[in-house]
Every structure is written in structure tokens, then in C-alpha cells.
């Protein structure tokens, strides 16, 4: 390559740039020989397909929403929803809230939820809703519209008494013991479950010894349900007994009275496990901000008692029925409130759902000897039932009254049926029971010797 063609290239290199740059800017504007902005926007139809863009935009944005909430109806029945409420349960409000722990009141508060109309239905589970007292409070949440979750063992409760809910969908029932953990979606706990009666809580089902079962199931059972309602930010209950007060120098009792609870007697490991419970639920009260509710229960009576368990109202109606001598265990002068189910269940959603956390007594200031109770169950069930002494048990309280002031100030309750009204409530569960069960086990006893 010579020096001419390298000044021919470069000569014409310049002169294609110096077109170039002058075509530039002889060509015209491109935004069309107008700058404004509008009639470009209608020149050769742009806008018409600026409209078809968002109709189709549209149509495609509302067919997917609808077809997304068909699919959760379909694929995650909602109970409350299929039964005809026109409210969402929580279980719908998580999911539309994207899985999140959304409060009704944050989604009610973006206008989606009307207020005022009915009350929320809540998801509840309630450990020991197998039990006595666990099947009447599960009865009647459900009653309310609520969806209720039962852990139970079945140490001390039976599937007899929550059958009539098997095939309801706002009922399960879960075969668990919660002394290990367990993680369930719910907005409160009622943690009833514990060896309730001197007769089992001794025993301790999962070692099979008596290395006190209410103790264990009472500290690491309880712990694992506080670590639940932490983690998933539900309400938590627990029913407490008046038992912490051990054998009571103040009379009647009130939620400030420290107790005099013998720490390493026969009843011990119910009583302090009790009191360690409430100690646990009021650490993460402190500690965790948890919602904590305590109930101290006294004494209460119903049917779905357990027979035969050694707690004073079962033992002797099951004694009238069977026409066997009613025990009173030393003179028959200690003291004892016995209080109905229906009552006790009342005062625990009561407490559950106020703004206090407790303790509360929950029992009947009604007070009775055990032979004014002997003289009841004589007039209720059998006239001439006997009555037989036998020597007192171990650490006995002597007298048993609850001051329940409180509840009726903070929770404006007070219990309402009287032990002449309740006891005949029982007895026609307890004679079906006895003599129903005397069947099953003949027909049981029959069946294994043949
Ligand atoms: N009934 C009363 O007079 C009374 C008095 C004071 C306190 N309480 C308290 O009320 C609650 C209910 O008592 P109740 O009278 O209905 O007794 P209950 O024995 O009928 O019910 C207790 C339930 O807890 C279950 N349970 C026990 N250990 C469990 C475990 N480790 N895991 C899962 N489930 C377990 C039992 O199977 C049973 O269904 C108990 O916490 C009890 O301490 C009752």
C-alpha cells in the first residue's frame, strides 16, 4: 500500500463523514415533521393499539385472579366458608395475605372485611379436649363457629366424649402427647392437658412408672405449648388449679394468697407442677410478650367425669348408682366448693377473651363438708345410700373456698347452678356409663376368655 491510496482512503473517509453529517441534518424530525407529542400518538393508529394493549392486559389479569380463587376454595376446603358464612375464616385471610401472619384487624382495616357483621371465627386448639372438662369447652367453641384442633393422649380422655363432632370439618382430633413439641397454625390454646385426679396424675404413662406423670406433663408439656403460641403469636390459657394453694391458712381464697403447698408430699408433683406452669406462663408473659391467660380451678363436677377416679362428687355418685356405701375419708367436715361444667367452661372463654391476665379462681363459693355433699348425692340419687368413714389421705386440704371477686369484677362472671341442680345433670351420663361400661366389660372379659 502506497502513500497516494493511504491519502485516498483517509480523503475519502472524511468526505462520506461530512455527508453523513449533513444528510443528518437535512433529514427530518423524528417525531414527523411535527414535534408534538399528540399527534404522533395518533398517527398511523398507534393509540387504537395502546388500547387493545390494555384491554387485553386487563381481561388476562382479572381471568387469573378468578381462576386463582376458585382453585383455593377447591383445593383447601374451608369449612366456615362451605357451611354458608359470608365471612373469610383466618385460614383464608393467611393465605390471601400471602402466607403471612395477618390479624383480622390489619385486613379489616384495608376495607376487605366487613366489621360489625359477625364475629371472627378463630382456629383453637385445645390439648386435653379429650377430658372432662376439655370436651364441654370444645362443645361449645364449636357451638360459637369456631375451628377446634384437640391434642390429647388419651391417658385420661376418652374419643366417647367428642364423637358427636367426628365428620364436622371445623373439628380434628389429634393423637399426641404434648410432652414433645407439636406445631400447629392456630390464634389461641387452651392447654387443659394433665393428669387431672389423684389416681392418675402418680402415674406416668410414657415411663410406666410412678415417677409423678402430672409433672412432666405439666412443665414439658406446658413449655412446648408456651414455645407454640410464641412462635405462631396465638393466646395462650392455661388452666391452673386451686391446688396451688396447697392447704390454705387464708379462707376463702384469693388469687394474692401465696399458698402453703407441701413440696415434697404425695400430691406434690400436681400441685408444684401446677405452680411451675404458671411460673413458665408468666415468664413468657414477661419475657416474650405472649398472651397469657391463667385459670386456678376449683373443684367441678359434670358429666364425662371420669369414673372412678378418686375426686370426691364422682366417687360417691358412682357409689349411689351402684348401691355401694358412700367413703368420706376422716370426719366428713373438710370443705370443698364443687362447681358445674357449664359454669367453669363459661368463665374460661370468658377469661380467654378479656383483657386480663389472671390468675383467676374459677369455682362456686357454695361450700359443702363432704357429708353435706354425702347428704345431696342421698337425695338426689338414692335415699338410703350408707355412709362409710375411712381414714383421711395424705395432705387432705381442710377447707377449700374460692374468693371469686375478681372474675366478677374483670370478667363479670359468676357461676350460676347450684350443686342441687347440677348433681342430677350427671347422673343419668354416669348410669349409662356404669352400666353400660359393666356390658362392654363383660362382653370385653368374655370375648378374651373364649
Ligand atoms: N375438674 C376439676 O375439678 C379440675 C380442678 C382443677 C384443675 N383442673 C384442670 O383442668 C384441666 C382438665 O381437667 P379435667 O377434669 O377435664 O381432667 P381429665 O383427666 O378429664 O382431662 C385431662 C385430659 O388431658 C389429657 N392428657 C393428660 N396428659 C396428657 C398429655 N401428656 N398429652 C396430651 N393429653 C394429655 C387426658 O387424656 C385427658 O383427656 C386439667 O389441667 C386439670 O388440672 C380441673
Known sequence: MNNSELIHRTTNTTTNQAQQSQQRDQSPNPLGKSTNPIRFMFRDQRFIFLLIGVAIATFFFTAVRHHHHHHHHRTRPDPVIESGSNLPSRRVLHESGGGDHIGWSSLSAGGRVPLGLKRKSLRIVVTGGAGFVGSHLVDRLIARGDSVIVVDNFFTGRKDNLVHHFGDPRFELIRHDVVEPI??????????????????????????????????????????????????????????TSE?????????????????????????????????????SMDYHRGHGLEVRIARIFNTYGPRMCIDDG??????????????????????????????????????????EG?????????????????????????????????????????????????????????????????????????????????????????????SSA
Open 244 to 280: 396451688v394453694y396447697g392447704d390454705p391458712l387464708q379462707h376463702p381464697q384469693a388469687e394474692s394468697y401465696w399458698g402453703n403447698v407441701n413440696p415434697i408430699g404425695v400430691r406434690s408433683c400436681y400441685d408444684e407442677g401446677k405452680r411451675t406452669a404458671e411460673t413458665l
Open 355 to 447: 383483657d386480663h391476665v389472671g390468675p383467676f379462681n374459677l369455682g362456686n363459693p357454695g361450700e359443702f363438708t363432704m357429708l353435706e355433699l354425702a347428704q345431696v348425692v342421698q337425695e338426689v340419687i338414692d335415699p338410703n345410700a350408707k355412709i362409710e368413714f375411712r381414714p383421711n389421705t395424705e395432705d387432705d386440704p381442710h377447707k377449700r373456698r374460692p374468693d371469686i371477686s375478681k372474675a366478677k369484677e374483670l370478667l363479670g362472671w359468676e357461676p350460676v347452678v347450684s350443686l342441687r341442680k347440677g348433681l342430677p345433670l350427671m347422673v343419668s351420663d354416669f348410669r349409662q356409663r356404669i352400666f353400660g361400661d359393666q356390658k362392654d366389660s363383660d362382653a370385653a372379659s368374655s370375648t
Open 311 to 352: 375426686r370426691v362428687v364422682s366417687n360417691f355418685v358412682a357409689q349411689a348408682l351402684r348401691k355401694e356405701p358412700l367413703t368420706v375419708y376422716g370426719d366428713g367436715k373438710q370443705t370443698r366448693s364443687f362447681q358445674y361444667v357449664s359454669d367453669l367452661v363459661e368463665g374460661l372463654m370468658r377469661l380467654m
Open 183 to 240: 406445631l400447629l397454625e392456630v390464634d389461641q390454646i387452651y392447654h387443659l392437658a394433665c393428669p387431672a385426679s389423684p389416681v392418675h396424675y402418680k402415674f406416668n404413662p410414657i415411663l410406666d412408672s410412678l415417677i409423678c406423670g402430672a409433672h412432666k406433663t405439666n412443665v414439658v408439656g406446658t413449655l412446648n405449648m408456651l414455645g407454640l403460641a410464641k412462635r405462631v403469636g396465638a393466646r395462650f390459657l392455661l388452666t391452673s
